[in-house]
T-cell receptor, first 109, second 112 residues
Framework: GQNIDQPTEMTATEGAIVQINCTYQ??????LFWYQQHAGEAPTFLSY????GLEEKGRFSSFLSRSKGYSYLLLKELQMKDSASYLC??????????FGSGTRLLVRP | NAGVTQTPKFRILKIGQSMTLQCTQD?????MYWYRQDPGMGLKLIYY???????DKGEVPNGYNVSRSTTEDFPLRLELAAPSQTSVYFC???????????FGPGTRLLVL
């Protein structure tokens, strides 16, 4: 079956680094997405990994290990505006995303 | 481009009523999707479409219907509203499968 897991909540300090982990089990895999969702708003795309390794995009990086069913999102130089939920999702097929429940990140001054 | 737009933003329905949630995208995307998001949960796929005239069920299709007569529009129909359908509904689109999905602002639905 399909299963995806990420921590419910995390807290970090402004200026610090935080790593949000995501593990999944699936019979089909077409890539791993990370989305950011501020409270009351729509999800917005952050990153997409289809091959193993690290993808860096400014302050955000995303890592994927397909053999371990594991991904993480790394946020550097945290800012207050980074307080949001971070949704991990894998593509079961080319058009069907399976979302985790999201990790609520609180950035404190 | 306006991207993905949804109407209404918020609606209260009585049990048994019906309504249509509207979704329009102006990016000429082939793929469109409807999700629901319950409080503190991730998104669940209700229905999706890979092009005009083609729709298929997602994870949680019961109680909903869709149509895709044009590339731009993908309305979601609730025929007999139930309290279990209280949720936030997001429409999304992508150019092709396995590409970035762009989400609309959402419709908050309360069924009492």
């Amino acid at each position: 079956g399909q299963n995806i897991d990420q921590p419910t909540e995390m807290t970090a300090t402004e200026g610090a680094i935080v790593q949000i982990n995501c593990t999944y089990q699936t019979s089909g895999f077409n890539g791993l997405f990370w989305y950011q969702q501020h409270a009351g708003e729509a999800p917005t795309f952050l990153s997409y990994n289809v091959l193993d390794g690290l993808e860096e995009k400014g302050r955000f990086s995303s890592f994927l290990s397909r053999s371990k069913g594991y991904s993480y999102l790394l946020l550097k130089e945290l800012q207050m505006k980074d307080s949001a939920s971070y949704l991990c999702a894998y593509a079961l097929t080319s058009y069907k995303l399976i979302f985790g429940s999201g990790t609520r990140l609180l950035v404190r001054p | 481009n306006a991207g993905v737009t949804q109407t209404p933003k918020f609606r209260i329905l009585k049990i048994g009523q019906s309504m249509t949630l509207q979704c329009t995208q102006d990016m000429n995307h082939n793929y469109m999707y409807w999700y629901r998001q319950d409080p503190g949960m991730g998104l669940k796929l209700i229905y999706y479409s890979v092009g005009a005239g083609i729709t298929d069920k997602g994870e949680v299709p019961n109680g909903y219907n869709v149509s895709r007569s044009t590339t731009e529009d993908f309305p979601l129909r609730l025929e007999l509203a139930a309290p279990s359908q209280t949720s936030v509904y997001f429409c999304a689109s992508s150019r092709q499968g396995s590409e970035t999905q762009y989400f609309g602002p959402g419709t908050r639905l309360l069924v009492l």
